[in-house]
């Protein structure tokens, strides 16, 4: 051979260790291999690199897939040209299933630790949604009882403080004999808020609220509405008017209305 130097860097003892080569190019390996020493040993040289690289990255297989793998193998190599080599030289076949098992064990290592990663990332984002929600409600139940202590406070300033708040009962009309209510009205603060402990009022179905109204200058104006349902302790803070001269109660469809309906006048008392 002309330049045997060229021949070994040329890349086609790599390609014929790893079978891919076509039969005609196996032979004529095989024929240099047998004509130059320096060409068996460049072989042998590769083949022993690759061994090791392969065992030093290499994930032992289960005993029962390994057979599997080998049986596939031997099966399928007396059908292919590809592998001829691999069937005459032992350390090389023996390479080459431990590489192909090791690969399939590492793949099938991987899979499994994606499965079980992704399952803990669910049950994380479950267990992370639990604890936002009993967070919230903790939340939720700690603003209630702060609002609940701050309607006790109120109530309690306003009935020590008579002179500050000035406290109106409504009394009902022929339309709701039974109805009453009490408001607290501050001039200074501008300040309305009815005392949900004296609230009684015939029940409202869900498509119509009670509205509570100030007269101004002969005028009504709009305090806000509620329900008769709003039966906890404590004070409810309505709209804020300036000059009232008096409060009434009438029933509104839901959400209130820009003027009273007089035919539904529930309650109403002067200051």
């Given at each position: 051979?002309?330049?045997?130097?060229?021949?070994?860097?040329?890349?086609?003892?790599?390609?014929?260790?790893?079978?891919?080569?076509?039969?005609?190019?196996?032979?004529?390996?095989?024929?240099?291999?047998?004509?130059?020493?320096?060409?068996?040993?460049?072989?042998?040289?590769?083949?022993?690199?690759?061994?090791?690289?392969?065992?030093?990255?290499?994930?032992?297989?289960?005993?029962?897939?390994?057979?599997?793998?080998?049986?596939?193998?031997?099966?399928?190599?007396?059908?292919?040209?590809?592998?001829?080599?691999?069937?005459?030289?032992?350390?090389?076949?023996?390479?080459?299933?431990?590489?192909?098992?090791?690969?399939?064990?590492?793949?099938?290592?991987?899979?499994?630790?994606?499965?079980?990663?992704?399952?803990?990332?669910?049950?994380?984002?479950?267990?992370?949604?639990?604890?936002?929600s009993e967070n919230q409600q903790y939340s939720n139940r700690v603003n209630f009882m702060n609002q609940e202590l701050?309607?006790?406070?109120?109530?309690?300033?306003?009935?020590?403080?008579?002179?500050?708040?000035?406290?109106?009962?409504?009394?009902?009309?022929?339309?709701?004999?039974?109805?009453?209510?009490?408001?607290?009205?501050?001039?200074?603060?501008?300040?309305?808020?009815?005392?949900?402990?004296?609230?009684?009022?015939?029940?409202?179905?869900?498509?119509?609220?009670?509205?509570?109204?100030?007269?101004?200058?002969?005028?009504?104006?709009?305090?806000?509405?509620?329900?008769?349902?709003?039966?906890?302790?404590?004070?409810?803070?309505?709209?804020?008017?300036?000059?009232?001269?008096?409060?009434?109660?009438?029933?509104?469809?839901?959400?209130?209305?820009?003027?009273?309906?007089?035919?539904?006048?529930?309650?109403?008392?002067?200051?």
């Open positions: 051979m002309k330049d045997l130097k060229t021949y070994l860097e040329s890349g086609i003892l790599e390609l014929y260790i790893l079978g891919d080569l076509s039969s005609e190019e196996i032979r004529e390996v095989e024929n240099t291999i047998a004509q130059h020493p320096e060409v068996k040993a460049e072989v042998e040289a590769i083949e022993t690199a690759l061994q090791a690289y392969a065992l030093s990255n290499a994930i032992q297989p289960s005993e029962v897939v390994r057979k599997r793998i080998l049986n596939s193998m031997e099966a399928s190599g007396s059908n292919e040209g590809s592998v001829v080599h691999l069937q005459k030289t032992g350390s090389a076949s023996n390479f080459y299933k431990y590489a192909f098992a090791a690969s399939v064990a590492l793949l099938l290592v991987s899979v499994i630790l994606l499965i079980n990663l992704n399952n803990m990332l669910k049950e994380s984002n479950t267990q992370l949604a639990v604890l936002q701050e309607d006790s406070k109120k109530f309690l300033e306003i009935y020590q403080q008579p002179a500050a708040y000035k406290l109106v009962s409504l009394k009902g009309t022929p339309k709701a004999p039974a109805a009453s209510l009490t408001v607290a009205f501050s001039p200074a603060k501008e300040e309305v808020m009815i005392d949900l402990s004296s609230l009684k009022m015939p029940s409202n179905d869900e498509d119509h609220q009670y509205q509570l109204w100030a007269l101004v200058d002969g005028k009504p104006v709009d305090l806000g509405v509620f329900d008769s349902t709003d039966d906890r302790s404590g004070m409810k803070r309505m709209k804020s008017v300036k000059g009232a001269q008096a409060f009434a109660v009438t029933l509104e469809p839901k959400g209130g209305s820009v003027n009273p309906t007089m035919e539904q006048m529930m309650a109403m008392g002067n200051i």
